[in-house]
């Protein structure tokens, strides 16, 4: 299985970038196709697609998220981070059969 | 209003059964593939598997291959999730989450909280 590796938390400032990385053990590209995505998940709730295949803004969300990477290392980009932005965030590979999450990013409040 | 709607919280015995439900609306149900995903508390997001909608056939990952069953009542537009002989570790948030290609999940049920507890 792709194992992805993401920081487990990452502490920042209201109104400050934040960038959250995920490594993957192998390439998660295929061509020009980057098969990563990102999540958001607050307490209690469920996850929430935020950017597909690496860089592609999912329905509804915010124009402050944004996606880069290839390969095997991603990156995603909160600018300006918001108080609603506080969250754990999941990257994931499909890749290759099972589909697997990282860790998962707690983003607090510095 | 496009929505996966979940049956609601478990508290079982170990070794009993239990069985989760999961109504799709406002899209064509046989479009997508509903996956499961189990979020143990405080850990992070395991795929379990998925249905293909349209010929209701199963795929598990290795982890989730025996005591689980996927299951469809398509004219109910309903995925299920079937767990037999629950063991303390099933304890966890069961997610359906609609799968698109390639293989990410652009929605997501509320999710089912199951505890197994003596």
């Known amino acids: 299985d792709i194992v992805l590796t993401q920081s487990p938390a990452l502490a920042v400032s209201l109104g400050q970038r934040a960038t959250i990385s995920c490594r993957a053990s192998?390439?998660?590209?295929?061509?020009?196709?980057?098969?990563m995505h990102w999540y958001q998940q607050k307490p209690g709730q469920q996850p929430k697609l935020l950017i597909y295949r690496a860089s592609n803004l999912a329905s509804g969300i915010p124009a402050r998220f944004s996606g880069s990477g290839s390969g095997t290392d991603f990156t995603l980009t909160i600018n300006p981070v918001q108080a609603d932005d506080i969250a754990t965030y999941y990257c994931q590979q499909s890749r290759e059969s099972p589909p697997t999450f990282g860790g998962g990013t707690k983003l607090e409040l510095k | 209003q496009i929505q996966l709607v979940q049956s609601g919280p478990e508290l079982k015995k170990p070794g009993e059964s239990v069985k989760i439900s999961c109504k799709a609306s406002?899209?064509?149900?046989?479009?997508?593939?509903i996956h499961w995903v189990k979020q143990a508390p405080g850990k992070g997001l395991k795929w379990m598997g998925w249905?293909?909608?349209?010929?209701?056939?199963?795929t598990y990952a290795d982890d989730f291959k025996g005591r689980f069953v996927f299951s469809l009542e398509a004219s109910a537009s309903t995925a299920n999730l079937q767990i037999s002989n629950l063991k303390n570790e099933d304890t966890a948030t069961y997610f359906c989450?609609?799968?698109?290609?390639?293989?990410?999940?652009?929605?997501w049920g509320p999710g089912t909280m199951v505890t197994v507890s003596s």
């Open positions: 249905i293909n909608t349209y010929t209701g056939k199963p």
């Open positions: 192998q390439s998660v590209s295929i061509s020009r196709y980057n098969l």
């Open positions: 406002g899209y064509t149900f046989t479009d997508y593939a």
């Open positions: 989450a609609r799968g698109t290609s390639p293989r990410y999940f652009d929605l």
